[in-house]
């Protein structure tokens, strides 16, 4: 694990838990698997304070255990990628609301928070949040179904339970199969009006996976649809629905899927899409010879199979990413210099600068540039000796896109970081006027649903002088520039995550 990734998850741990629980991070990401004796000397922290950061990461599933040597003693390991996870929040609550609705933008929210819940439990403390909220109008019923339906589609899944195997004292957590839940609307209601102890057992968790498979799909969709059309990008999805029907979610390839099963849900889609019905097999063609290779033919049973090669799409992505970060950080002709190696596989200096047709001096000194910050390699060659003559050294230049991704992901990692430091540091310098405006939104809100009149809202409202409402607002620009500086670099690294998940 780099330099880099470690200083981002550091400056997470400390914006969403604290410093005492960014120290415990710190040793963790530091010096590997620890136990709690180890952690608390090297710390100087209290054994208290470190038993309680160590639960926190554990409930957040930002950390593990396992037995060490004696099964005695369990060793502690931070786990540095669902840390940075804690950046994507905000792309989990879109993706809810944009497919589910707000009610399941609020179960979705109120999980993320508790990390670990019983259904029960959740869905009364949403509704009894929410009971005075005309606006929302939420009910229990609604609640409910809502979350059936999560489970169902796999957004929510039952957390694992302990298990302590014979001979040892550290349990291991062991995950189990989903089941729907079946929740009794009575009770549910009874629990929210009484406020008696609820007994349920089962305790629930996001299920991260499931959202990325939403985040994989939609790139693939969007890509598709901006290199050819809407109707092209109606296609890829509907392979991808038929991928999931007979293939794992992550499969370097799919199993292959008919023609004649695509064609059939191209006519229920008639009405939406009559073009795609009515030209589907020209669609097809090409979807397989311009769409950048996420879908090949394989065979001509049924009518024509199709398969879906996600690792292939995953090195399609990470090549844009690449050629936009060498653009970015080296400039346009870098890129295309870039672009020339990486489509002659190997290619020797002098013939660099005649393909990518720039001066010969500013030529090598960006090919040097690139291989200074490892975006190429440099693979030395020697020909044979002629008669009497010394054998020549050739040195080919070519791009190692496992090694190009690490650079790009170590860039995202520092730009990560600048940007949460900077984040923070907003923050701080506004906290005072921050506080103050949350303080005067909360008494607001309150007031609006207790019905007082608008002249009383308005005076409270104007306890924000001008000056300070003018600095707020550009404190607040900041943060959003920031915000969403965040969330595309957490796009980036999904893709470099997404294409260093296969072998390579």
């Known amino acids: 694990m780099s330099h880099q990734l470690g200083r981002v998850v550091s400056e997470i741990l400390n914006r969403y838990f604290g410093e005492i629980v960014q120290k415990v991070g710190d040793d963790l990401f530091t010096y590997g698997s620890k136990p709690i004796g180890m952690i608390v000397k090297t710390t100087g922290l209290p054994r208290s304070q470190v038993i309680e950061s160590l639960r926190s990461l554990i409930k957040y599933d930002l950390a593990t255990f396992e037995p060490s040597h004696n099964d005695v003693i369990a060793d502690y390991k931070l786990i540095p990628d669902n840390v940075l996870l804690l950046i994507r929040y905000p792309r989990y609550l879109l993706q809810m609301k944009t497919k589910y609705g707000s009610v399941a933008e609020l179960?979705?929210?109120?999980?993320?928070?508790?990390?670990?819940?019983?259904?029960?439990?959740?869905?009364?403390?949403?509704?009894?949040?929410?009971?005075?909220?005309?606006?929302?109008?939420?009910?229990?019923?609604?609640?409910?179904?809502?979350?059936?339906?999560?489970?169902?589609?796999?957004?929510?899944?039952?957390?694992?339970?302990?298990?302590?195997?014979?001979?040892?004292?550290?349990?291991?957590?062991?995950?189990?199969?989903?089941?729907?839940?079946?929740?009794?609307a009575r009770t549910l209601m009874q629990a929210?009006?009484?406020?008696?102890?609820?007994?349920?057992?089962?305790?629930?968790?996001?299920?991260?996976?499931?959202?990325?498979?939403?985040?994989?799909?939609?790139?693939?969709?969007?890509?598709?649809?901006?290199?050819?059309?809407?109707?092209?990008?109606?296609?890829?999805?509907?392979?991808?629905?038929?991928m999931y029907l007979s293939s794992s979610a992550w499969d370097a390839e799919s199993a292959p899927a008919a023609a004649a099963d695509l064609k059939d849900a191209a006519r229920r889609q008639a009405a939406d899409k009559p073009l795609l019905h009515q030209y589907i097999d020209q669609y097809l063609k090409v979807l397989e010879?311009?769409?950048?290779?996420?879908?090949?033919?394989?065979?001509?049973?049924?009518?024509?199979?199709?398969?879906?090669?996600?690792?292939?799409?995953?090195?399609?992505?990470?090549?844009?990413?690449?050629?936009?970060?060498?653009?970015?950080?080296?400039?346009?002709?870098?890129?295309?210099i870039f672009r020339v190696i990486r489509s002659k596989k190997y290619i020797e200096e002098e013939n660099i600068q005649k393909h990518a047709m720039l001066a010969n001096k500013e030529c090598k000194e960006l090919t040097y540039k690139l291989v200074e910050e490892h975006f190429i390699s440099v693979q030395p060659m020697r020909k044979a000796a002629s008669m009497g003559g010394l054998a020549k050294a050739v040195y080919l230049y070519h791009v190692n896109i496992h090694e190009a991704a690490h650079v790009s992901a170590?860039?995202?990692?520092?730009?990560?970081?600048?940007?949460?430091?900077?984040?923070?540091?907003?923050?701080?310098?506004?906290?005072?006027?921050?506080?103050?405006?949350?303080?005067v939104r909360t008494i607001v809100h309150g007031m609006r649903l207790r019905g007082e009149p608008q002249q009383n809202i308005d005076d409270v409202e104007e306890t924000l002088t001008p000056p300070e409402i003018a600095l707020l607002q550009e404190v607040e620009k900041k943060l959003k520039q920031l915000s969403a500086a965040e969330l595309e670099l957490d796009k980036t690294l999904f893709i470099i995550n997404w294409y260093l998940m296969y072998p390579r």
């Open 107 to 184: 179960i979705v929210e109120e999980l993320l928070q508790q990390a670990i819940c019983s259904a029960t439990v959740l869905l009364v403390t949403i509704a009894n949040k929410y009971k005075d909220d005309k606006v929302k109008n939420i009910t229990i019923i609604n609640l409910k179904d809502t979350f059936i339906s999560l489970a169902t589609a796999g957004y929510i899944q039952q957390a694992p339970f302990a298990e302590l195997k014979e001979g040892s004292e550290v349990p291991t957590l062991v995950p189990v199969a989903t089941i729907v839940p079946e929740l009794d």
């Open 289 to 336: 010879e311009n769409g950048a290779g996420f879908v090949r033919r394989r065979g001509d049973a049924t009518g024509g199979q199709y398969v879906v090669r996600l690792k292939h799409a995953a090195t399609q992505l990470l090549e844009a990413v690449l050629d936009h970060a060498v653009t970015e950080r080296l400039g346009s002709e870098a890129a295309r």
């Open 410 to 439: 170590e860039l995202c990692h520092r730009a990560l970081h600048n940007a949460v430091r900077r984040g923070a540091a907003e923050r701080r310098a506004a906290a005072r006027l921050l506080d103050k405006q949350r303080r």
């Open 192 to 242: 929210m009006t009484s406020g008696t102890d609820i007994n349920d057992t089962v305790y629930w968790k996001v299920n991260y996976d499931r959202f990325h498979q939403d985040f994989r799909d939609d790139i693939m969709i969007k890509a598709v649809t901006r290199r050819i059309d809407e109707n092209a990008g109606e296609l890829m999805r509907q392979l991808l629905q038929q």
